[in-house]
């Protein structure tokens, strides 16, 4: 499976972006997948994740911000950011889990056999 995430950018605080994230291969819509953020000299942080239900689940400090969505007729899983903020600056990854594992396990990095390249997301104050 690859991954290609796109839609990273420069936005001003308040605004909005629209991640996506294309995989390949034929089994996606089993998989579950997510959302990961990395922020300089910080670690790998859970953003959040749709199951192969297309159940989501997200981190407290982006609930009610950021919405995860799946296509499973494009191989695409979303994540749309609204009303961004600064401490939202970071690269933004996409993983899957091909065994759609329970949550909250799922919420481990570890539990995601692939990743895409991040893109990057930079909100100005």
């Known amino acids: 499976v690859q991954l290609q995430a796109s839609g990273g950018g420069l936005v001003q605080a308040g605004g909005s972006l629209r991640l996506s994230c294309v995989a390949s291969g034929h089994t996606f819509s089993s998989y579950g997948m997510g959302w990961f953020r990395q922020a300089p000299e910080e670690e790998r942080e859970f953003v959040a994740l749709i199951n192969r239900r297309s159940t989501a689940y997200y981190a407290v400090s982006v609930e009610g911000r950021f919405t995860i969505s799946r296509d499973n007729t494009k191989n695409t899983v979303y994540l749309r950011m609204n009303s961004l903020e600064p401490e939202d600056t970071a690269v933004y990854y996409c993983?899957?889990?091909?065994?759609?594992?329970?949550?909250?396990?799922?919420?481990?990095?570890?539990?995601?056999?692939?990743w895409g390249q991040g893109t990057l997301v930079t909100v100005s104050s």
């Open positions: 993983a899957a889990d091909r065994h759609s594992s329970l949550y909250p396990r799922s919420r481990n990095p570890d539990e995601y056999e692939y």
